[in-house]
């Protein structure tokens, strides 16, 4: 930790505990793994970047859950 | 009829055994006629923390293969004659009960108990399903721990695939010093993440250790420990009393001390 802390640049090991655990049950709830998330991602740009129109470098992938169901919502931007 | 509890966690060593060591004495020592059972085959814990392990003759294991009577395997506590002890067996295996015997086990305690408090094996295996079983209501205890909160998690989607609608929440080893500087998840962070209702915190206690070692649960001198007063106040909100966790563990800062001090 640095002594001066300005601005709360630097989170703390409370909040990034937090975040972790955020991120990662999202993941267990779907069982799903992190790294099929990644290889699902390559594959749709594989796909997706033989037609012109999308901006492939600003998907976004994100989960959400409502009640009990977690949602996969994938963006892809049009140029 | 007794109302049965089960009370898991998924992690090992975040404090099952001693939450069910305390609350079942904290209820006995209300009145209240409790059975406590450990369905922990093979790593038996319960007895020690009671201070029960030389009365042991029968055991869990004997009473579903019907080796013995159900009051002949149950031990009475040193200190409370309304407290009864059904230890695991210690030199067999996880799958030496079924699930059919564990819930003929429990109704057969209900009539005799107004609390049956069982003691669930970590992980969520063959024990963990038998140890749920027989069980009307679920009391999950996490620490606020990265791998501990994930591991409750996974235990409480399991409760509730199972039927038990509103499980309830012990976090143990709280340290609030330390929540306080940042330095780890405090109570509204883990209840934020698991969504789930709390029950009560107990703090960090060096006393804990040492009730262990002596064989005496912490709650008996309840008003000597943090970790003690935070037990019977567990007892309390399971009783239906309100217990209001916000100001419980909380060191008084300056401002609350000054005000104190000079009454404002």
């Given at each position: 930790?640095?002594?001066?802390?300005?601005?709360?640049?630097?989170?703390?090991?409370?909040?990034?505990?937090?975040?972790?655990?955020?991120?990662?049950?999202?993941?267990?709830?779907?069982?799903?793994?992190?790294?099929?998330?990644?290889?699902?991602?390559?594959?749709?740009?594989?796909?997706?970047?033989?037609?012109?129109?999308?901006?492939?470098?600003?998907?976004?992938?994100?989960?959400?859950?409502?009640?009990?169901?977690?949602?996969?919502?994938?963006?892809?931007?049009?140029? | 009829?007794?109302?049965?509890?089960?009370?898991?966690?998924?992690?090992?060593?975040?404090?099952?055994?001693?939450?069910?060591?305390?609350?079942?004495?904290?209820?006995?020592?209300?009145?209240?006629?409790?059975?406590?059972?450990?369905?922990?085959?093979?790593?038996?814990?319960?007895?020690?923390?009671?201070g029960l392990e030389n009365r042991i003759v029968y055991n869990i294991v004997d009473v579903a293969e019907k080796k013995c009577q159900l009051k002949q395997a149950l031990i009475r506590d040193k200190r409370l004659n309304n407290l009864y002890l059904l230890p695991a067996a210690q030199t067999r295996e996880k799958d030496a009960i079924n699930r059919d015997q564990m819930i003929e086990i429990i109704e057969n305690l209900r009539p005799s108990f107004d609390y049956i408090l069982i003691d669930?094996?970590?992980?969520?295996?063959?024990?963990?399903?038998?140890?749920?079983?027989?069980?009307?209501?679920?009391?999950?205890?996490?620490?606020?721990?990265?791998?501990?909160?994930?591991?409750?998690?996974?235990?409480?989607?399991?409760?509730?695939?199972?039927?038990?609608?509103?499980?309830?929440?012990?976090?143990?080893?709280?340290?609030?010093?330390?929540?306080?500087?940042?330095?780890?998840?405090?109570?509204?962070?883990?209840?934020?993440?698991?969504?789930?209702?709390?029950?009560?915190?107990?703090?960090?206690?060096?006393?804990?250790?040492?009730?262990?070692?002596?064989?005496?649960?912490?709650?008996?001198?309840?008003?000597?420990?943090?970790?003690?007063?935070?037990?019977?106040?567990?007892?309390?909100?399971?009783?239906?009393?309100?217990?209001?966790?916000?100001?419980?563990?909380?060191?008084?800062?300056?401002?609350?001390?000054?005000?104190?001090?000079?009454?404002?």
């Amino acid at each position: 930790m640095p002594i001066f802390d300005f601005g709360g640049r630097h989170k703390s090991p409370r909040d990034i505990a937090k975040e972790r655990l955020q991120v990662m049950l999202v993941y267990d709830r779907a069982h799903l793994d992190p790294g099929l998330v990644d290889a699902l991602k390559e594959d749709l740009v594989r796909t997706v970047s033989k037609y012109s129109n999308f901006d492939i470098n600003n998907l976004t992938i994100d989960f959400s859950q409502k009640d009990n169901q977690v949602i996969l919502r994938i963006d892809i931007p049009i140029k | 009829m007794g109302k049965a509890f089960v009370i898991t966690s998924g992690k090992g060593g975040v404090g099952k055994t001693t939450a069910v060591a305390n609350i079942g004495t904290g209820l006995a020592m209300k009145g209240y006629s409790v059975a406590l059972v450990d369905t922990d085959i093979g790593l038996r814990n319960l007895d020690l923390l009671l201070g029960l392990e030389n009365r042991i003759v029968y055991n869990i294991v004997d009473v579903a293969e019907k080796k013995c009577q159900l009051k002949q395997a149950l031990i009475r506590d040193k200190r409370l004659n309304n407290l009864y002890l059904l230890p695991a067996a210690q030199t067999r295996e996880k799958d030496a009960i079924n699930r059919d015997q564990m819930i003929e086990i429990i109704e057969n305690l209900r009539p005799s108990f107004d609390y049956i408090l069982i003691d669930c094996p970590a992980g969520i295996e063959q024990g963990f399903k038998n140890a749920i079983a027989g069980a009307d209501y679920a009391i999950v205890i996490t620490t606020p721990e990265v791998a501990a909160v994930r591991d409750a998690d996974r235990v409480i989607g399991l409760l509730e695939a199972n039927g038990f609608r509103d499980p309830v929440l012990i976090i143990n080893r709280v340290r609030p010093e330390m929540v306080k500087k940042g330095n780890m998840l405090g109570i509204e962070d883990v209840l934020e993440i698991l969504a789930i209702k709390l029950l009560g915190i107990v703090p960090e206690d060096e006393e804990i250790i040492i009730s262990i070692n002596k064989g005496e649960p912490i709650i008996f001198n309840n008003n000597k420990s943090k970790a003690g007063i935070a037990f019977s106040l567990i007892v309390d909100s399971i009783l239906g009393e309100k217990v209001d966790w916000n100001n419980v563990f909380t060191e008084p800062t300056l401002i609350d001390r000054l005000r104190k001090f000079f009454n404002f």
